[in-house]
């Protein structure tokens, strides 16, 4: 097993993206605690894998301190973070957008990353190595129509994420970020959006594989960042996005 003997905390690991997370996790060996506001799908996942859950609004920091101690008093340390919850927010530019829904979309997008990266690096320094995660999108690598506080946490997460991996190398601390790009997971956004036949035939046609990508996609990327077989790969992303992102758009040559 490919994570045995590791310690995760998975924020946001209840549903879609983190639920794929920790469900691999798990399966590769690792004990994880699983973070997230969703009390009754937490609950229920961390029942179907036997691991840890604890409520936590990663906006909040003391949440954040009490999912860490609790990580540690059940487990005896932590190997990995994976910062995976996020806010979406409303479909809003900066002029109607509301101040509180801006803030809101930037106290768990990107300050939650901030307050769980704080508190456990001084972990990771004390066990001499460790992996953090953060899961970005390709919104924070194109920007993206109506998502203006999204788009701006999702970008600031890549600096972060360097920044980091500067910081604490020679900690033998590696830090990266994941772009997922549409993923055909549990989000309501995505499950109402993919019943438009037009929406959909756009997200497709958007990507060179022409299709929506799965959790497990996402999460088979987290897994090879934990562990040792990307040992030497730090301050990275990788954009898992069916090349949504390399600017090539299938052309149909026989409709020109």
């Given at each position: 097993?490919?994570?045995?003997?590791k310690?995760a905390?998975?924020?946001?690991?209840?549903?879609?993206?983190?639920?794929?997370?920790?469900?691999?996790?798990?399966?590769?060996?690792?004990?994880?605690?699983?973070?997230?506001?969703?009390?009754?799908?937490?609950r229920k996942?961390?029942?179907?894998?036997?691991?840890?859950?604890?409520?936590?609004?990663?906006?909040?920091?003391?949440?954040?301190?009490?999912?860490?101690?609790?990580?540690?008093?059940?487990?005896?340390?932590i190997?990995?973070?994976?910062?995976?919850?996020?806010?979406?927010?409303?479909?809003n530019?900066?002029?109607?957008i509301?101040?509180?829904?801006?803030?809101?979309?930037l106290?768990?997008?990107?300050?939650?990353?901030?307050?769980?990266?704080?508190?456990?690096?001084?972990?990771?320094?004390?066990?001499?190595?460790?992996?953090?995660?953060?899961?970005?999108?390709?919104?924070?690598?194109l920007?993206?129509?109506g998502?203006?506080?999204?788009?701006?946490?999702?970008?600031?997460?890549?600096?972060?994420?360097?920044?980091?991996?500067?910081?604490?190398?020679k900690?033998?601390?590696?830090?990266?970020?994941?772009?997922?790009g549409?993923?055909d997971?549990?989000?309501?956004?995505?499950?109402?959006?993919?019943?438009?036949?037009?929406?959909?035939?756009?997200?497709c046609?958007?990507?060179?594989?022409e299709?929506?990508?799965?959790?497990?996609?996402?999460?088979?990327?987290?897994?090879f960042?934990?562990?040792?077989?990307?040992?030497y790969?730090?301050?990275?992303?990788?954009a898992?996005?069916?090349?949504?992102?390399?600017?090539?758009l299938?052309?149909?040559?026989?409709?020109?």
């Open positions: 097993m490919r994570l045995k003997n310690v905390l998975i924020t946001g690991g209840s549903t879609g993206i983190g639920k794929a997370i920790t469900e691999i996790f798990v399966k590769e060996g690792a004990k994880v605690t699983i973070a997230d506001i969703n009390k009754v799908q937490g996942t961390a029942r179907e894998n036997k691991c840890l859950f604890v409520f936590c609004d990663i906006s909040n920091e003391n949440h954040v301190e009490i999912a860490l101690n609790s990580t540690i008093s059940s487990y005896g340390k190997d990995i973070l994976v910062n995976c919850a996020a806010n979406l927010g409303g479909p530019n900066v002029v109607n509301t101040t509180k829904e801006w803030r809101d979309v106290s768990v997008s990107l300050d939650g990353v901030f307050y769980c990266s704080k508190h456990i690096m001084p972990e990771l320094i004390k066990a001499g190595s460790g992996s953090i995660i953060n899961i970005s999108s390709v919104e924070g690598m920007g993206a129509f998502h203006s506080a999204y788009v701006t946490a999702k970008s600031a997460l890549f600096g972060l994420t360097k920044s980091m991996a500067i910081d604490f190398g900690f033998n601390i590696r830090v990266n970020s994941i772009s997922p549409i993923i997971s549990e989000r309501p956004d995505i499950k109402k959006l993919k019943k438009n036949k037009n929406i959909l035939k756009f997200w046609d958007m990507t060179v594989l299709r929506l990508g799965k959790p497990i996609e996402i999460a088979n990327t987290a897994l960042l934990a562990t040792d077989e990307s040992s790969i730090t301050g990275q992303n990788i898992v996005d069916g090349g949504w992102t390399i600017g090539h299938p052309i149909n040559l026989d409709e020109t």
